[in-house]
T-cell receptor
């Protein structure tokens, strides 16, 4: 089983749609969780950290379920500028070698 | 405040040549990392430095060496480049190993 798995995608949605991304991780000792976005041929950029109680940043909501080892990202009212690849990242109980990136899910928001 | 900077942005090498990729951060971060990203694959950790004076291997260290020159700078060296090392290389830094990482713009390397 891969350490971090994500929906395979791609997701093609119309502007204004709500879209949800799912991510599962295998290391139950993982301690910190993040969502990054990556535009084509650019570096990954932090979108948001994911906290145990769930957190929201504008149109973006992240949830963590430690018991199920599951992380989600919800994007409401999608914009064209949200088109990117979304990376789930899990950090374990060791040094940086356990900062594991998922393969990513590509989102295209269509006009 | 430039964040994480990398040089060069692009490089073409012939098989067997050597080169050093440079990375610097101005955020006073303790930890620094080198990743490679290949088409259709996720980011893979090459080497990391948890703090100044320490370096450790990541998932794919073969063919690479690193130097943590000081707290700001972390370089990646290819001693004898191979076509399999054609990739995009990203440097990243974080306050500590549990914190979010911030990435440089990447170096696109082609080995012919």
């Amino acid at each position: 089983r891969k350490e971090v798995e994500q929906d395979p995608g791609p997701f093609n949605v119309p502007e204004g749609a709500t879209v949800a991304f799912n991510c599962t991780y295998s290391n139950s000792a993982s301690q910190s969780f993040f969502w990054y976005r990556q535009d084509c041929r650019k570096e990954p950029k932090l979108l948001m950290s994911v906290y145990s109680s769930g957190n929201e940043d504008g149109r973006f909501t992240a949830q963590l379920n430690r018991a199920s080892q599951y992380i989600s990202l919800l994007i409401r009212d999608s914009k064209l500028s949200d088109s990117a690849t979304y990376l789930c990242v899990v950090n374990g109980d060791n040094y940086g070698q356990n900062f594991v990136f998922g393969p990513g899910t590509r989102l295209s928001v269509l006009p | 405040n430039a964040g994480v900077t990398q040089t060069p942005k692009f490089q073409v090498l012939k098989t067997g040549q050597s080169m050093t990729l440079q990375c610097a951060q101005d955020m006073n971060h303790n930890s620094m990392y080198w990743y490679r990203q290949d088409p259709g694959m996720g980011l893979r950790l090459i080497y990391y430095s948890a703090s100044e004076g320490t370096t450790d291997k990541g998932e794919v260290p073969n063919g690479y060496n690193v130097s943590r020159l000081n707290k700001r700078e972390f370089s990646l060296r290819l001693e004898s480049a191979a076509p399999s090392q054609t990739s995009v290389y990203f440097c990243a830094s974080s306050r500590s190993f549990l914190d979010e990482q911030y990435f440089g713009p990447g170096t696109r390397l082609t080995v012919t």
